[in-house]
């Protein structure tokens, strides 16, 4: 092996390629599952864009709050969250990450500072304001991440969320993940002023746009912008332009789209094949490694589903158990 | 037949990291759209009837439309028509690419462009004997001046009217060759060629200076920021001279190579970015003379061009980098409006006389 080239160590580069492999089989396999009707729900696949959340949760710890939305998946893996509560939560078992209650859209693991998927649009920026706000007032340099689609930035919440953050000073990262669609609606349709770098700077914080399929660059921007806000000095938004392998929801026909696109996409802007290939190139990790994980990973996918499938319901009597909280 | 001009408007210049670890600003989409509509408004009050402009999905055209629209509501009509290039946009430079050859197929008399170093290069790459125009709406411009658009408009509108002779309107350019393994030329810049240790195209803007190795420019100025700086404050050399320089770099501290001490390295402080002051560790530099091919010492690492990471390279690549003289020719909105003046170009009839006289 040769000197490492990369800003991560060559352990760092496994376990980003071990996240990101986790987020793709993850998906992938809910994908067959969700066809054969064995999930109750809606599911939607975060498969194509792993390297945004791996490129970005990297720089935080079980210290920093993430708000997620209804593409979720991939933001509970790269924060920690258990893949096998994962699946039993999907699959609405008693022993998933909610006890079976949330399903895929509500996933939340607070010990791993996983503040929920959120299957309101848009919901997700006001409650990391929150958290924000509270790891502000401590002192103990906790950042708040908050993820948004291209199409939930236009709601009111995600904007008055920009303006509160700003205006409080607040350690947010507002990560618009742009796939270009909003549901069936591409971008350049509904956003008003056609760029989230100049929404940012309306509200008096920087803006940044980078590459979200390329792993670097995201790892690269994301940990100067949460350094940023770690050391006080305010809120920033990244986006990260990605592209989307699944429809909006498993189910989606995606008539919207043109022919042979996810193919093209597959094809040309695999971020894990992309990673893959770059560190085998330069070197420093052998394909063999990173094969040894794929067979690894794929063990640990069909021996989650394996124990989801044989876990209990939920029982009647639990049906008021963990729905509030009390004060 | 009246000229037509070329628009290349990037709508997505100005958008990379160094808004956090600088201070860079951010144009917004609008204020490109209002630039453009100040450089139209410019070629229309010299006779430009025509412009071809890059289809984009940035929402320049859209602002732009707005303002045609607006103007012929107030019963005005102060604008060129606009005839978008009929081709597919992908988001990528290759629309950069592909609009530009189609403007030369065209035949138009010149390509006013608004963007960054990186679009400059991406138009001059195919423009030919095609005129540059250059508005800078990028961060770390050194390329195109810094002047009001309105003017780059005038001068442009005055050169390919004829208004102004070719010999004053025009400018040859330089630009650096880079050949990768053999192929001449993989790829080009106008300003800088700058060699990083790091291997990896990332955030893609430069501001590590310890990972800076070796930088070639077209011309060193020390009115610009960015690499051209570096070597600005070392030795200027003019964009008019032929010939560029190369500066041999090394982390700030460390100014002599491992393989034995260099007398005469230093550290410089130099402003790399907007509001960004950097210590730059010199070895050394030199004059790096039109057409003669310079080998890289640097084994590995990532070249960046015109400040951009752009391709990563390893030990079994060929590099070699020559710069070219007269290479692509840009606008002289100086000569040109100094001409204007000079001339009366802009006065009624009769031309008015000075007072002094």
Known sequence: ?327 | MTPVVGIVANPVSARDIRRVVANAANLQVTDRANILLRVLAALRACGVAEVLMMPEKGGIRGHVERGVARARAHGEDPYPAIHPVAMPVTGTVEDTHRATRAMRQAGVSAIVVLGGDGTHRAVAAQCGAVPIAGISTGTNNAFPDHREPTITGLATGLAVTGRVPPHIAFAGNKRIDVAINGETPSEIALVDVALVAERYIGARALWRTENFRELYVTFADPEVIGMSAIAGLLEPVTRGESGGLMVRLSPAGQTSPPSGPRPGGTILRAPIAPGMMAAVGVTDWRRMPAGVPFVPEVEAGTIALDGERELSFTARDRLSLTLRDDAFRTVNVSGCMRHAAENRLLTGTPVPVSADL
């Open chain 1, 1 to 327: 092996m040769t000197e490492n080239p990369f800003p991560l160590s060559k352990d760092d580069l496994l376990r980003a390629y071990r996240t990101m492999r986790t987020i793709r089989e993850f998906e992938e396999r809910l994908h067959v599952d969700f066809a054969k009707g064995d999930i109750p729900g809606f599911v939607h696949l975060y498969a194509g864009e792993e390297a945004c959340a791996t490129g970005i949760m990297m720089h935080l710890n079980d210290n920093d709050r993430i708000a997620s939305t209804h593409r979720g998946h991939g933001h509970c893996i790269a924060k920690g969250v258990d893949v096998h509560a994962m699946m039993a939560e999907i699959y609405g078992r008693s022993t998933g990450a909610c006890r079976g209650k949330g399903g895929s859209m509500h996933i939340a693991d607070l010990s791993k500072g996983m503040m929920g998927a959120n299957g309101i649009l848009g919901a997700g920026a006001p409650l990391i304001c929150g958290a924000a706000l509270a790891a502000k007032v401590r002192g103990d340099r906790g950042v708040g991440i908050t993820f948004v689609g291209d199409g939930a930035s236009n709601q009111g919440t995600f904007l008055e969320s920009l303006n509160l953050a700003a205006v409080w000073n607040l350690p947010v990262v507002f990560v618009v993940e742009n796939n270009g669609y909003a549901e069936s609606t591409a971008m350049e349709w509904a956003v008003s002023c056609d760029s989230y770098v100049d929404r940012a700077t309306g509200f008096g914080m920087p803006g940044v746009t980078v590459d979200g399929t390329d792993f670097f660059a995201v790892h690269e921007a994301a940990g100067e912008i949460i350094r940023r806000a770690r050391e006080g000095g305010g809120p920033a938004l990244l986006e990260c332009n990605m592209v989307r392998f699944y429809g909006h929801f498993e189910g989606d026909a995606q008539t919207y789209r043109a022919k042979g696109e996810v193919e093209a996409l597959r094809a040309s802007r695999d971020c894990l094949v992309m990673l893959g290939e770059r560190v085998i190139e330069a070197g420093v990790i052998a394909r063999a490694e990173l094969q040894a994980i794929d067979g690894e990973v794929a063990a640990l996918i069909e021996d989650a589903v394996r124990a989801a499938k044989a876990a209990p319901l939920p029982a009647a009597g639990d049906l008021l158990t963990d729905v509030y909280v009390a004060y």
